[in-house]
């Protein structure tokens, strides 16, 4: 059974930084990409970022490019969301997510496991 737990969110001013984590338990965490999704108030859930399974091959969203990071650490079995020159539009509950296939993707049709969600807010 894959079980994925996110930390790291909190409350931050606008241009501050936060790093989420997302500690993944079962098989396979090496094999597989892995996303970070998040949802604000009354919005759909969206893309953030996206990373395979080695880490050489990173996806973002428009809307984050040039101030967030994701990386992974296989020998932890935990991806990372660096978030830098945060914006009060960044406010929402971050996701993250493992997928069903090797690759970074945007899809959240291609990702088979989730956790619940950590809290970002960021106030202006």
């Known amino acids: 059974q894959v079980q994925l737990v996110e930390s790291g969110g909190g409350l931050v001013q606008a241009g501050g930084s936060l790093r989420l984590s997302c500690a993944a338990s079962?098989?396979?965490?090496?094999?597989?990409?892995m996303g970070w999704f998040r949802q604000a108030p009354g919005k759909e859930r969206e893309f953030v970022a996206g990373?395979?399974?080695?880490?050489?091959?990173?996806h973002y969203a428009d809307s984050v490019k040039g101030r967030f990071t994701i990386s992974r650490d296989n020998a932890k079995n935990t991806v990372y969301l660096q978030m830098n020159s945060l914006k009060s539009e960044d406010t929402a509950v971050y996701y993250c997510?493992?997928?069903?296939?090797?690759?970074?993707?945007?899809?959240?049709?291609?990702?088979?496991?989730w956790g619940q969600g950590t809290q970002v807010t960021v106030s202006s």
């Open positions: 997510a493992k997928a069903g296939l090797s690759a970074a993707t945007a899809h959240a049709d291609d990702y088979v496991y």
């Open positions: 079962g098989r396979g965490f090496s094999l597989n990409g």
């Open positions: 990373v395979n399974w080695s880490g050489l091959t990173t």
